[in-house]
């Protein structure tokens, strides 16, 4: 999300019918030649030495991924049904297939009650019946069709399976969840969540969810009462405001993993260099609750926008910023977001220490990025979000990043979702991309065989691992006070 903070969406439970396996034939997705006959060989036949494709597909398959964003509130909050719309199957359509279903015609009235606690399980169907059709090849549709099949069996939703989804929903929805659903069934390490409710959260499970600072509120608005309570410090004047978020970097630098704003749903990622003596009167009119000329409003949030990035800088913290495509629907300003990267491209060559993650391949505007990511020493870019956005386009993505700019800038995948269950399907989808990326490098003889096998591990995990400096932030995190 990016970023929607409805806090629609939610999950529920499961049989856990295949969380054992990783789904081979799923992350395949059909692209080594054969491989379903190669499952169904007789024992007695001679095994054939496996294609690149096989090798490549098996690689990418079996490697741990890191998944470097996510807005999941943390397994015993998700448990108390809170952080999400409701608490039955209809979670998975809500973050972010109830999108597609509007925009498909669903009227926003029945959406709502789609997602609320109200409805029974079939009531839900009903709703939801008219509109799946249109919907269950997107992206966001394939995800849930995903986790539908591998965390509750259900091959094809239908009225007569809802009594049984409804069943294995709740069977899942137990403590260990969050263990079986990322672990155990998706393959993933650890995940870099964003909260939506708090600046930081301090995780119970802080290894496993990792977290990002939020530093929207500090540089949007701000958010004087949300950031100063925690710190426990009185804001009358710019100083104080700087001290609150000297505060936040004092306290969690050394546990988070990065920093992270979606301002960009808000405006254009055209941040002046403005000194704090520009900034002053328009914050004291904050305080005063009194109205901003948009100039002021400007001057005050690139003012801020700077001094967190310098406070991240300083800290060792990578800059994550939200680029291109808006959740929800109904509302985007495109002809903003096509500015989205040229400004980005602004900010590295006003921050040559900082290093920026620009997520979601700044969608549509990827081929853009692309030139940024191999002009930039101080650029990365993170494909979270995209594989469910656009599924062919992040795998073309991925392809013409790994013959165009370095290989260590960048990070294939982050679910980006408020509940857990979807995130598998979301990681399907990105390894069935990454491995088919690979193998049509190969076959158009960008990359031989070896070469693309090299790249699988630091694509996967390596990238992320290094960039995030994840084995520090996990000997820190071992040690936190809080867990
Ligand atoms: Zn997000």
Same mark, same amino acid.
């Given at each position: 999300m990016s970023d929607d903070t409805s806090g629609r969406g939610c999950s529920r439970r499961g049989a856990l019918k295949s969380l054992g396996g990783m789904g081979t034939a799923?992350?395949?997705?059909?692209?080594?030649?054969?491989?379903? $006959?190669? =499952?169904?060989?007789?024992? @007695? !036949?001679?095994? +054939?030495? $496996?294609? =690149?494709?096989?090798?490549? @597909? !098996?690689?990418? +398959?079996?490697?741990?991924?890191?998944?470097?964003?996510e807005h999941l509130p943390d397994e015993e909050v998700r448990l108390r049904g809170e952080g999400v719309c409701c608490d039955d199957w209809a979670v998975l359509f809500s973050h972010y297939l109830d999108s597609d279903l509007v925009v498909a015609?669903?009227?926003?009235?029945?959406?709502d009650q789609l997602l609320s606690a109200g409805p029974d399980p079939l009531e839900k169907w009903r709703l939801l019946a008219p509109y799946w059709p249109a919907v269950r090849n997107t992206g966001y549709g394939r995800a849930v069709q995903v986790a539908l099949r591998e965390l509750y069996g259900i091959e094809e939703l239908s009225e007569a399976v809802i009594p049984a989804l409804q069943q294995a929903y709740e069977a899942l929805r137990k403590p260990g969840m969050y263990q079986k659903v990322l672990v155990e069934a998706a393959g993933i390490e650890s995940c870099q969540v964003n909260c939506l409710w708090r600046p930081y959260r301090e995780s119970r499970q802080p290894t496993l969810l990792m977290q990002d600072i939020s530093f929207l509120g500090l540089h949007l608005g701000p958010e004087i009462d949300v950031f100063a309570g925690p710190a426990g410090k009185e804001v009358r004047d710019l100083a104080d405001w700087h001290g609150v978020i000297d505060w936040w970097f004092d306290t969690y630098a050394r546990y988070a993993v990065a920093v992270k704003s979606q301002g960009a749903y808000r405006r254009g990622l055209d941040h002046d260099d403005v000194p704090a003596e520009r900034a002053e009167p328009a914050f004291r009119k904050v305080l005063a609750q009194e109205p901003l000329l948009a100039a002021e409003q400007k001057d005050l949030e690139d003012h801020l926008f700077w001094y967190c990035v310098r406070r991240a800088t300083e800290h060792g913290l990578p800059v994550k910023l939200h680029l291109g495509y808006y959740a929800g629907e109904n509302y985007m300003p495109l002809g903003r977001v096509?500015?989205?990267?040229?400004?980005?491209?602004?900010?590295?060559?006003?921050?040559?220490?900082?290093?920026?993650?620009?997520?979601?391949?700044?969608?549509?505007?990827?081929?853009?990025?692309?030139?940024?990511?191999?002009?930039?020493?101080?650029?990365?870019?993170?494909?979270?979000?995209?594989?469910?956005?656009?599924?062919?386009?992040?795998?073309?993505?991925?392809?013409?990043?790994?013959?165009?700019?370095?290989?260590?800038?960048?990070?294939?995948?982050?679910?980006?979702?408020?509940?857990?269950?979807p995130v598998l399907g979301h990681a399907r989808l990105a390894r069935q991309g990454i491995a088919r990326a690979l193998v049509e490098l190969v076959e158009e003889g960008w990359l031989s065989p070896r070469d693309a096998l090299e790249l699988v591990e630091p694509i996967l995990r390596g990238n992320a691992r290094a960039l995030f400096r994840l084995e520090e932030k996990e000997r820190n995190l071992s040690a936190a006070p809080w867990r």
């Open positions: 799923a992350a395949l997705g059909g692209l080594a030649a054969g491989e379903g $006959a190669a =499952a169904e060989r007789p024992a @007695a !036949e001679e095994p +054939r030495p $496996a294609s =690149a494709q096989e090798e490549i @597909a !098996e690689r990418v +398959r079996a490697t741990p991924l890191v998944d470097t964003h015609g669903m009227p926003p009235g029945a959406r096509e500015r989205n990267v040229a400004q980005a491209s602004d900010l590295c060559r006003l921050s040559p220490d900082t290093r920026f993650v620009f997520m979601h391949i700044a969608y549509p505007c990827w081929q853009e990025l692309l030139a940024v990511a191999k002009h930039y020493a101080n650029a990365y870019v993170d494909m979270c979000w995209a594989w469910i956005i656009d599924p062919v386009s992040s795998k073309e993505f991925l392809k013409r990043f790994l013959v165009t700019a370095p290989s260590n800038k960048i990070l294939p995948f982050g679910g980006d979702y408020i509940p857990v269950e």
